[in-house]
């Protein structure tokens, strides 16, 4: 192995989304944001659109860029062989305002998917196009601050009492009991815009008045409704994805904790920070709350139906202060790492990894030394150890398929 591939600083790229915060990312990659910008994620990964960059002797070059010089000695040969790349997209996270109501494709309905759009001549970049790529996107996230979401459809006793609680959801009662889930989402998701504010409009302006006067809290949708409308009342059309709000769990996580999101499963971010994990893709369906494009459809088609009871998961504690989690695919794993001062920390890499560091700082093999808000990846085969000078924090991504993955394991 080249020593071009042992342990290199990254720079990720900052994505300015409308939903982001004004302070976390700014304050933890030591940015100043006067002008007040929204700072939503900061990507560690080789997604084509925002490669991040390695430093290198005399500046930086895309990660992208290094992997192809010499593919042998960035990846190991069990990756090349089943992705070819990095599989995965590291995110650090900050949700001021909820995003968009979301479904991810599973890779057979990627791969026909963009074939389709490719047969119908639809541009990659087209504000209609579905499928940016042919690839699944599980996401996996993991709280730094507490965390709310929506996530997957409650279960239908759950559901039932939502429709009959809520007084403008009654008119849909019978067709939830005659059909079911699925017919009643395809009724509001095909509904007149008209219809939808006549229904939406009392209830809305009910939920912010009820805000006000202190009755609801985060476990409520009404909560999330009000702030959704800055505790305003809504002018123009009201967003068909708040139905969502109330029919999805809303799921709280605390600082530590860790939840999946597969294909098909619906899911909005709605507060907090968080480091989150997925497949190095950007095939996003969208059922509402957002102005981008809408393919009711095409979301349907890709919708999992079946009500959860949202998975929270804690992680397995490997050693001392190191916290692994695993999830039901092959393309990524996480770790948390936390350090005290003068701890240290040894391992040995297995799968490029990505690493950055959300507080404190180490010194690496005794020469390299990171800090908070900074990030590096270990590419395959390299020893580590990290030493700590005072309470330190970091997070992981890595591939644990095993570097003797064999021809016969693949299906
Ligand atoms: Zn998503």
């Known amino acids: 192995m080249s020593n071009r591939y042992s342990i290199l600083k990254l ?108 047969q119908l001549g639809i541009p990659l970049n087209a504000p209609h196009r579905n499928y940016k790529d042919q690839n699944h996107k599980p996401e996996a996230m993991l709280a730094i601050s507490e965390f709310w979401l929506l996530h997957g459809f409650k279960q239908k006793e759950q559901l039932q009492q939502i429709l009959e609680e809520v007084i403008e959801f009654q008119i849909l009662l019978p067709l939830f009991r005659k059909e079911g889930l699925q017919s009643l989402y395809r009724f509001i998701m095909e509904m007149e815009q008209q219809s939808i504010n006549d229904l939406l409009l009392p209830l809305v302006k009910r939920e912010i008045r009820q805000k006000q006067e202190g009755l609801l809290n985060k476990n409520h949708p009404g909560w999330w409704v009000a702030k959704h409308f ?20 809303i799921v709280c996580l605390q600082p ?20 989150e994990l997925m497949s190095n893709s950007d095939n996003v369906l969208r059922a509402g709350l957002t102005k981008k494009h809408i393919d009711v459809q095409e979301l349907l088609a890709n919708t999992d139906f079946t009500p959860i ?33 003068d ?9 490029p990894e990505i690493w950055v560091v959300i507080e404190g700082g180490v010194i690496i ?18 020893s580590y150890q990290f030493l700590s000078s005072g309470k330190t924090s970091l997070y992981k991504a890595f591939v644990a398929i095993p570097d003797a993955y064999s021809q016969d394991e693949e299906n």
Not at 238 to 248: C, L, V
Not at 256 to 275: D, K, R, S, T, W
Not at 313 to 334: A, M, N, T, W, Y
Request: glycine content about 8%; charged content about 20%.
């Open 365 to 382: 093999n005794q020469q390299l030394v990171v800090k908070k808000g900074e990030a590096f990846i270990v590419f395959p085969g390299q």
């Open 309 to 341: 009871v949202p998975n929270i998961l804690k992680g397995q504690s490997r050693r001392d202060g190191e916290q692994v989690f695993h999830f039901p695919i092959s393309d990524f794993s996480l770790t948390h790492v936390l350090l005290n001062s």
């Open 256 to 275: 530590g904790e860790a939840i999946f999101q597969g294909a098909g499963l619906p899911h909005a971010y709605l507060e907090g920070q968080n480091i």
């Open 230 to 249: 800055n505790d305003q009342h809504p002018s123009g059309d009201i967003d068909r994805g708040i139905f969502s709000i109330y029919f999805f769990n």
């Open 343 to 351: 701890t240290s920390f040894e391992d040995k890499a297995i799968s």
């Open 11 to 118: 720079q990720g790229k900052v994505q300015h989304y409308d939903w982001g915060g004004y302070t976390f990312l700014p304050e933890l990659l030591g940015i100043k944001n006067e002008e007040k910008r929204p700072f939503a994620e900061y990507w560690l990964g080789v997604h084509p659109t925002a490669s991040a960059y390695v430093a290198i002797q005399n500046g930086w070059k895309p990660l992208q860029q290094l992997i192809d010089e010499e593919p042998d000695a960035a990846l190991t040969p069990a990756l090349r062989q089943k992705f070819g790349n990095i599989p995965y997209l590291l995110k650090v996270m900050d949700v001021r305002e909820m995003l968009s109501i979301q479904v991810h494709p599973s890779k057979e309905n990627a791969i026909a998917g963009f074939e389709r759009e490719n």
